[in-house]
């Protein structure tokens, strides 16, 4: 157990709905991170927030955003779904900023857009 | 042990025998780079990682080799047990703030 949690686990909707994905990081850590992984993508950064301020982006989607609150959790909401946004959406959480050291990660959610 | 000379996405291994799971990255300026393991229906976890001011780094039952003339990272796991049973991405930070993974090697132990 990384310490990161996700919900829901898994999620079941139908094209053009929105849904929040939500993570909770690691007690102590300020830098959450939202991966995407599918079967012909692989495992692709969508974005990362640091104590409440968007740091890094990816190849996130305009359809797609993200936040993170004041108490650290972070939500990814993506609108407009598609049969192709269908994937493992991840959560990972670090220390700091930089992503120069270990991330953890969460067990994800699995999102079936049909 | 059985190893992969290039990067290839399956890897099928003895039980007890050494894997070498290889990884070639792409920014001759990453400098910092892990490894991570994902079994099925879980999300990745932390192996080991090295930096750039290293050539080689030893964890438990790993190791982890960086060779920066030819981009090219390996991962040797000892002793090759089922739980190892997985697929392995290597990672790298292309730029300050990304994190940019490979495209993962399944590894499969035979009993």
């Known amino acids: 157990d990384s310490g990161v949690t996700q919900t829901p686990k898994h999620l079941i909707t139908a094209t053009g709905q929105r849904v929040t994905l939500r993570c909770s990081p690691r007690?102590?850590?300020?830098?959450v991170y939202w991966y995407q992984q599918s079967l012909d993508q692989g495992l692709q950064f969508l974005i990362q927030?640091?104590?409440?301020?968007?740091?890094a982006k990816g190849n996130i989607l305009e359809r797609f955003s993200a936040q993170q609150f004041p108490d650290l959790h972070s939500e990814l909401n993506l609108s407009s779904l598609e049969l192709g946004d269908s994937a493992l959406y991840f959560c990972?959480?670090?220390?700091?900023?930089?992503?120069?050291?270990?991330?953890?990660f969460g067990p994800g959610t699995r999102l079936t857009v049909t | 042990g059985e190893s992969v000379g290039l990067h290839l996405p399956t890897l099928s291994v003895q039980e007890g025998d050494n894997s070498i799971i290889n990884c070639a990255y792409s920014?001759?300026?990453?400098?910092?780079f892990i490894w991570y393991k994902q079994e099925s229906g879980k999300g990745p976890q932390f192996i080991i990682d090295?930096?750039?001011?290293?050539d080689k780094r030893q964890g438990q039952r790993v190791t982890v080799l960086l060779n920066k003339t030819v981009k090219h990272l390996s991962l040797q796991i000892a002793a090759t047990q089922p739980g190892d049973s997985a697929v392995y991405f290597c990672a790298e930070n292309s730029n300050d703030y990304k994190l940019s993974f490979g495209a993962g090697t399944t590894v499969t132990v035979r009993a």
């Open positions: 927030y640091y104590n409440g301020e968007e740091r």
């Open positions: 990972a959480s670090s220390v700091y900023p930089e992503p120069l050291y270990e991330q953890y």
């Open positions: 920014n001759s300026a990453s400098d910092y």
């Open positions: 090295i930096r750039s001011n290293m």
């Open positions: 007690s102590g850590d300020l830098s």
